[in-house]
């Protein structure tokens, strides 16, 4: 039973001052952001666990760029486009394809150990590219960039990282974020701020299976929804059909990239049944593929929510193998799979959000002083269906964009006063609550919004997570989420409290992506990309344009 009391004076620690920026989330893009933004700033780097934790340091397969003499800008741009099945706004592929060369080029002058062919960067060819221009470093080439960046951070003076604090709301005032609140060692903080960087990554854990690490909760998107910020195309989920698929197993994503290199897509008698859906086989699109298997295990499979296909290595080169792969080798070691002997179970899991926080190239969203990158941000770059290996290189592109920020730097006489509440919290039956909800929700949006969809059991779904909502709203801890007043700082008295607050300020925000994900979905009455409906199969002239959402408002966009 955590008991409260508000606090008249917060500790002189690092967040009882203003910021001049703030940047939540530590993968790629934001740590990048972190890097790029100019120097005389302070900046804060907020992280709800410690560094290393996000999706890009899981990145196996590498990073997309037109850099072979044989391989240009323009190829990339077609390649890109043509994934994206019409929803990819041009100007926003173009920049990111002309500005790859000098990512790749920072990266390296970091750093950042790229597999080498002799002198030149190596590059390998992924599903649905023209050309060979993945730049990997083994098959941890996210660990490899986050790890270079995470150092560079460290010797800034300038940022200083906020770990283990969870952001709880923006601070909204008159279409303008001034800050955000922060649960950050048993006390709720306002932190004000010239500028806020959403940078928290996706939102897989709102399914059951998923490759997205724990802290992949959604928490850009939920609060820029709430905030007011418009959102883009969240129907939009990308399912990796690849995922190891072994019973107490995580679904540890095995690259795309193994496939590029020759490795066979099988069922249990060991056909090449992906030929059957697609002329290019397990190397067409990974919304074709995914939905490949799942079509394929539905005619043949026993348990088809269960059993698995099939990746066979055998085809390729060994010592290739161990010398490309040594990440996935260990792994299916330790689950007891000899990769060189048998063929590794698989099957597809929620992967990459395409949809999200709608910005420019200049990373802002429809609120003044808010900006989003990464995962939480829709930049137009991937349309219904990103291109693999297209998401680091969007990261980097459009963070160095954030070089040109300039915010008027708040002073503490910015900050609101204190506003006394009292009250007392009795959380242990509403944790019951909260835990039951966030055990039942991945299942029942994989079932309904996963990798087929259909109105019918959309609009079942969509019922029961606003019946969740409505409970969770009305519990007294989510007050200290959803309902603090600038100024309302708050300090816990008991050491439990804060990990209750994580905990429903987490399946808070999967609810709300959930109902945005569920709501978009019945919304666009097509297939494309991503997005399949069962009772919509066929693609629509109709609808090649954008789902916009803001607040309780769904329209569609032109696509530029």
């Known amino acids: ?73 323009k190829f990339h741009l077609e390649d890109t486009l043509k994934a994206g099945v019409q929803l990819c706004d041009t100007k926003a592929v173009q920049f990111l394809v002309d500005q790859a060369s000098s990512a790749i080029n920072s990266l390296v002058q970091m750093g950042v150990a790229f597999d080498r062919q002799g002198t030149h960067l190596a590059m390998t060819l992924e599903a649905a590219h023209s050309h060979p221009r993945v730049l990997h470093a083994a098959d941890t080439t996210g660990r490899a960039i986050v790890d270079t960046l995470t150092e560079k951070v460290l010797e800034r003076p300038n940022i200083e990282i906020v770990s283990q604090a969870v952001a709880l709301q923006l601070w909204i005032e008159h279409e303008e974020c001034l800050g955000i609140s922060v649960l950050y060692q048993e006390q ?67 690259s795309e990239a193994v496939r590029g290199e020759g490795a066979h897509l099988i069922d249990r008698q060991g056909r090449r049944f992906a030929f059957d859906y697609h002329p290019n086989g397990e190397l067409a699109p990974r919304d074709v593929v995914s939905r490949a298997i799942f079509s394929h295990l539905q005619k043949t499979a026993t348990d088809p ?139 029942l949006v994989w079932k309904s919004a996963g990798i087929c969809r259909e109105a019918a059991v959309l609009t079942s779904a969509l019922e029961q997570v606003k019946l969740w909502r409505s409970q969770l709203e009305k519990l007294k801890i989510s007050h200290y989420v959803l309902g603090l007043s600038p100024g309302q700082a708050v300090i816990f008295d008991s050491p439990l409290a804060p990990i209750q607050l994580k905990s429903c300020a987490e399946t808070l925000n999967l609810l709300d992506i959930a109902y945005l994900i569920l709501k978009s979905a019945l919304f666009r009455q097509e297939s494309r990309g991503g997005h399949y409906r069962i009772d919509y199969p066929q693609s629509s002239p109709e609808w090649i344009v954008h789902t916009l959402i803001c607040g309780e408002q769904w329209w569609t966009g032109q696509v530029d």
């Open 305 to 443: 929510a269960h059993d698995p296909v099939y990746l066979d290595l055998r085809p390729i080169e060994p010592e290739r193998i161990r010398r490309r792969f040594p990440n996935i080798i260990r792994v299916c070691q330790e689950w007891g799979i000899d990769l060189f002997c048998e063929p590794i179970p698989v099957a597809p899991a929620a992967h990459y959000w395409m949809g999200g926080v709608k910005v420019d190239l200049t990373n802002q969203t429809s609120i003044k002083g808010l900006y989003a990158i990464g995962e939480t941000a829709s930049t137009g770059v991937h349309g219904a269906n990103r291109l693999a290996s297209n998401s680091l290189l969007e990261c980097l592109v459009f963070a160095s964009q954030l070089s040109q920020l300039r915010v008027i730097s708040p002073q503490n006489s910015d900050l609101p006063g204190i506003y006394p509440i009292e009250h007392q919290g009795h959380w242990t039956a509403e944790m019951d609550v909260i835990g039951s909800i966030r055990h039942d929700l991945p299942s």
């Open 188 to 254: 709720i903080y306002w932190i004000r701020s010239g500028a806020v960087i959403l940078a928290t990554g996706g939102g897989g854990q709102v399914y059951a299976q998923t490759t997205n690490p724990s802290v992949s909760t959604g928490d850009g998107v939920a609060l820029g929804w709430r905030g007011g910020a418009i959102l883009r195309d969240i129907e939009f989920f990308q399912f990796h059909p690849t995922a190891l698929t072994k019973p107490g197993a995580p679904r540890f994503l095995i």
């Open 1 to 73: 039973m955590p008991l409260i009391a508000i606090a008249n004076s917060v500790s002189s620690d690092i967040l009882t001052n203003p910021f001049d920026i703030l940047v939540v989330g530590s993968g790629a893009a934001g740590l990048y952001a972190a890097l790029c933004l100019p120097q005389e700033y302070r900046v804060g780097l907020i992280t709800k666990d410690t560094l290393k934790t996000g999706a890009s340091d899981w990145a196996q397969g590498g990073i997309a760029a037109a850099i072979a003499p044989d391989d240009s800008p």
